[in-house]
């Protein structure tokens, strides 16, 4: 810096004739005093400035921060701890929606297993009495069938008889048709 | 040194270009005038001073001057070198210490602004003069010791006397322990002074070895290496310097450990 410009530090004890430092310049004794004076000066300004203004500020602000981080966390885990609530009442009412739509369901089930019961016994029973009625029908056209191939067998045979040129006694044509069926 | 290391390396390499004045950078000259530097003379010293307490309030006042909660660039600076100092003086010296810590970290503020100040081209390193880094340890030294014997009167000199060591010992101990005590200051400064010295002179030396083409490149290449070591200096020398206060401050409150 002091080669650029030769001159500017006056020829001393410690600098020479053409602006260069003489030796160290930091053994250079004749400077000390300035250099200790504006030391000293510079350190209590600084010492002035950080503890009475920045120190104080900063170590304000990061308690400030400091309080602010631990409400924020008190805050957080009292949110975590509602929404673990709100979460548990939702399983709670979940839960109980179940087990209500469960009985529901099985009263449901129920009831209509009875009324299937009832229909079933009713259609059961009409079953059965169609069933009766329609055996008695049966049975009564069946009699009646025996009865008509009676009366057209003994018609038939006294037909024959005649037709075989004698006249037949329908009490007796009737007696011997009457055998012939049961035998 | 400087007028000799012109002549050896002119007369080596017979280039009347070759100039080394890598001391010229600490000579200390008034700001105004051609005169003597005096007591009050306002000199590149006081220019560099005044810069270094301009930047550190900067920082540490205007910086932080929103108080945010959520930090800016500039006050997320101030908060971490207030955390590290902080966090320095409780763990190395202890709890007790922390009504301290403004004079430590008055110290750290102002070696670290020096020290980077310092590396701007053409710029004073201030705390690469003696006068101010013997100030600092000698302030620190005188402090330290005054208060222990504010602390805790005579017993202070326990400090000197290692109980835990066998007696016959003790006395040997005794000079051992002294002389390290009062060399305190003089590595304290000097090692803060020479290291930013040295490494701003080896600067300045291969600077003038630019002026030959043939190495240039060579130069340049090791102004460069030699600068970012001097970044990791900076940084480094003021915390070693703030680490051994702090370690000195505890020798002062807790003498027996």
């Given at each position: ?8 530090a ?21 400077w000390w005093?300035?250099?200790i ?25 990061l ?19 509602k929404?673990?609530?709100a ?21 449901t089930?129920?009831e ?6 009832a229909a ?12 009766k ?6 049975s ?24 075989l040129?004698?006249?037949a ?15 | ?10 007369a080596?390499h017979?280039e009347?270009?070759l ?10 000259k ?6 003597e530097v ?7 010293v006081?220019?560099?001073?005044v810069?270094a ?16 909660i ?25 709890k ?5 810590f ?8 102002f070696?670290v602004?020096?020290?980077?100040l310092g ?24 402090s330290?010791?005054?208060?222990g ?13 290692p ?16 002389i ?10 000097i090692?803060?002074?020479?290291n ?23 130069s ?21 310097f ?6 000195y ?9």
């Amino acid at each position: 810096m002091a080669t650029e410009t030769p001159g500017a530090a006056a020829a001393s004890s410690c600098v020479g004739p053409d602006g260069s430092a003489i030796g160290m310049p930091q053994l250079c004794f004749d400077w000390w005093p300035n250099q200790i004076f504006w030391l000293i000066l510079a350190l209590l300004a600084i010492f002035f400035v950080l503890s009475r203004i920045a120190l104080p500020r900063i170590a304000s602000v990061l308690a400030e921060r400091q309080g602010t981080i631990t409400n924020d966390i008190a805050a957080a885990e009292d949110l975590k701890r509602k929404a673990a609530d709100a979460e548990k009442a939702y399983e709670k009412a979940l839960a109980d929606a179940r087990t209500e739509a469960q009985k529901i369901a099985q009263q449901t089930r129920d009831e209509i297993k009875t009324e299937l019961d009832a229909a079933m016994a009713k259609a059961d029973s009409e079953i059965a009495e169609k069933t009766k009625g329609s055996e008695q029908r049966i049975s009564e056209i069946r009699a009646s069938a025996m009865e008509n191939v009676e009366i057209v067998a003994k018609d038939t045979a006294e037909a024959i008889v005649q037709a075989l040129g004698t006249t037949a006694d329908s009490s007796q044509v009737n007696a011997a048709v009457d055998n012939q069926l049961k035998g | 040194m400087a007028t000799e290391t012109h002549g050896a390396e002119g007369a080596a390499h017979g280039e009347g270009g070759l100039v080394f004045h890598p001391m010229d950078q600490f000579i200390v000259k008034p700001l105004f005038g051609n005169g003597e530097v005096g007591l009050f003379t306002v000199t590149n010293v006081t220019l560099w001073m005044v810069i270094a307490v301009l930047c550190i309030t900067a920082l540490m006042v205007w910086g932080t001057s929103r108080r945010a909660i959520i930090p800016g660039r500039t006050q997320s600076v101030a908060e971490l070198a207030y955390g590290f100092i902080y966090k320095m003086v409780e763990d190395v010296t202890g709890k007790d210490a922390v009504k301290y810590f403004p004079y430590v970290m008055t110290l750290f503020m102002f070696i670290v602004f020096s020290n980077f100040l310092g590396l701007i081209p053409m710029a004073f390193t201030l705390t690469s003069h003696f006068a101010v880094t013997v100030v600092l340890a000698l302030a620190v030294f005188l402090s330290v010791t005054v208060l222990g014997f504010v602390l805790h009167g005579t017993k202070f000199l326990g400090l000197f006397w290692p109980t835990s060591a066998p007696l016959p010992l003790r006395p040997v101990l005794a000079v051992i322990e002294l002389i390290s005590y009062f060399v305190r200051p003089v590595s304290h400064s000097i090692r803060l002074g020479g290291n930013l010295m040295a490494g701003h002179a080896v600067i300045k030396v291969f600077a003038g070895f630019a002026a030959l083409a043939a190495v240039s490149p060579l130069s340049i290449l090791g102004i460069t290496a030699m600068y970012g070591l001097e970044v990791m200096v900076a940084f480094i020398q003021a915390y070693v310097f703030t680490i051994l206060t702090c370690v000195y401050l505890k020798d002062a409150l807790h003498p027996n450990h």
